[in-house]
């Protein structure tokens, strides 16, 4: 990274552009930057002498030695625009005094500006101002004269660097253990990306002091870090995600495509050229574990679960959706490596979306532009229960992945998913005439339940424990047969747009279920067959 801005700096001090605006709150890490660059003559030929100015110091130069009397902004830009020597002016947040922070601009500190300006643009020597402040405020008096500079955040190798330095520091004094290898290490580093070099290096000691040890089990602290960071953008939500894949019952060609790429944003799957995986589109019927899986994924590869909310894009001023939008990519793309949860998808992006004058088409377009050029390791997995509301270029290929469709459980997968619901409800010790979760449970269960999807099913099992509940008694095999009795599934309610959404699937989407799972024993009648293509990952 510091390559790339020196170069990006060093060209604009060359072609002598007077005002430059850097965004960061790494004010420290970024006057390093100038400094380095406007004293190399191999990068700018002529090297230049820093200022820099903040309000608390006034203004100080390359000697170290302070004006007196420039604290003030107009009189800090009086004395800039008498400077007659090469050299880089470092401003240090001047953002209040030009409208920002709920403050109106102040109209002789913005005249000054556009004096230094001009001078600075034909002056005989070499100059530049640059305004280094945490908030991007540009006046519409300085659009003209004013040119944005990127700062990115640390790069990975940054970031490393930081984690071996602390590891160092800590390991030779004796206080801690170190029980990480190279890939843990590099798994550290890749979770702290999104970080400023203090926030990163605070989770990495936060890690340390927890147990004395440092290892896998503290990467949470990390996350912890990023989600401070998510809540302070306010358009994504950080989740929480205590499952895994294991819980999920059923899937099992889905969760086999997601098991191999597991691992595909480290180093080791670039030597492979292989790049990060883009994400998946999950359709398919109401409660049957598309969400699930969403969260399931982000636990399994240890990752942070953001979830965005589209409809929060469209919230606030006219005009701002698009802003929204740039700022929740660049949220995720700072959390990176991470996993982006795009809920019901298709209530945010609809393909006959109209009357907003046009909004929600460059919405959808900015969306579908990061979607097929990302490079950052953000693995979106949008789900949706309306496939006909999507719009044809969301599900081509180059924006997803996979496209999977997610039908009614099988009768292994409905085995699976009662096994799991009784097993972590269950926690009471056995008593007399209490439920047993044997197989012949299990069959009659799973042949009372064909139709019935995975949330369903979870019902059935609160509902039967609401009963026995009632009665201060242990579960019984009765509650939750007569919980089965008194539901009406989906599959019977909506049977019509089900058979719809399985003839979409058929030709559009693979089968997250796997074959060998599908009710085809013999002597068994075959009553589901799913829906999606059939292959095998």
């Not at 009665?471 to 539901?487: E, F, Q, S, T, W």
Request: glycine letters at 8%; a negative charge; one cysteine or more.
């Amino acid at each position: 990274m510091s390559e790339g801005f020196r170069a990006q700096l060093a060209q604009l001090l060359k072609a002598r552009v007077p005002v430059l605006y850097v965004e960061s709150h790494e004010e420290q890490r970024v006057l390093a930057e100038i400094v380095a660059t406007a004293r190399d003559s191999a990068q700018v030929r002529t090297p230049r002498g820093v200022w820099t100015w903040s309000a608390t110091e006034g203004l100080v130069g390359p000697d170290g030695a302070a004006r007196n009397g420039t604290t003030s902004p107009a009189a800090v830009l009086d004395v800039i625009l008498r400077l007659d020597e090469s050299c880089v002016v470092v401003l240090r947040d001047l953002h209040p005094y030009l409208g920002c922070g709920g403050r109106s601009g102040e109209p002789g500190v913005i005249r000054r500006l556009r004096d230094i300006a001009a001078a600075f643009r034909s002056g005989p020597v070499p100059r530049a101002l640059v305004l280094v402040s945490p908030l991007l405020c540009i006046p519409p008096e300085l659009d003209r004269d004013v040119t944005i500079v990127d700062f990115p955040l640390p790069a990975e190798r940054e970031i490393r660097v930081v984690l071996e330095n602390l590891i160092a520091a800590n390991v030779s004094s004796g206080r801690i253990r170190i029980d990480l290898d190279g890939v843990g290490r590099e798994r550290f580093a890749k979770a702290a990306v999104g970080l400023t070099l203090h926030e990163a290096e605070n989770s990495f000691a936060r890690a340390i002091v927890n147990d004395g040890v440092l290892d896998m089990h503290d990467l949470p602290v990390v996350h912890e870090e990023k989600r401070q960071a998510v809540r302070k953008a306010g358009l994504l939500e950080f989740v929480d995600a205590d499952i895994d894949l294991a819980d999920v019952g059923g899937l099992e060609t889905l969760k086999r495509w997601l098991a191999k790429r597991d691992g595909a944003w480290l180093a080791a799957a670039g030597e492979y050229g292989l790049p990060a995986p883009r994400g998946i589109l999950i359709t398919g019927i109401p409660g049957c574990g598309k969400s699930l899986t969403a969260k399931a994924v982000a636990a399994t590869w240890e990752l942070p679960l953001l979830r965005f909310d589209v409809g929060r894009v469209f919230a606030g001023l006219v005009g701002s959706s698009e802003q929204n939008l740039r700022t929740a990519i660049r949220t995720a793309e700072a959390t990176s490596p991470c996993v982006l949860w795009v809920d019901e998808i298709e209530k945010g992006f609809r393909a006959d979306a109209a009357g907003d004058s046009g909004t929600s088409a460059r919405v959808f377009g900015t969306f579908l532009t990061w979607m097929q050029e990302k490079t950052r390791a953000v693995f979106v997995i949008a789900t949706a229960n309306n496939i006909e509301g999507l719009p044809s270029e969301l599900l081509r290929k180059g924006r997803f992945d996979e496209v999977f469709f997610v039908d009614l459980p099988t009768r292994v997968e409905r085995r699976t998913i009662w096994t799991v619901h009784l097993n972590r409800r269950l926690r009471a010790p056995a008593a007399a005439g209490a439920l047993v979760v044997d197989e012949p449970l299990l069959t009659e269960l799973c042949a009372l339940t064909e139709g019935y999807s995975g949330a369903e099913i979870e019902q059935a099992v609160v509902s039967g424990l609401f009963e026995a509940f009632a009665a201060r008694r242990p579960l019984v095999k009765d509650d939750l047969i007569r919980a089965v009795a008194n539901m009406v599934p989906l599959s019977v309610t909506q049977a019509e747009r089900i058979g719809a959404l399985r003839d979409w699937a058929t030709t559009r989407a693979v089968a997250a279920t796997a074959a060998e799972d599908w009710d085809s024993s013999p002597g068994v009648a075959v009553t589901h067959t799913g829906g999606g293509r059939v292959v095998e990952f």
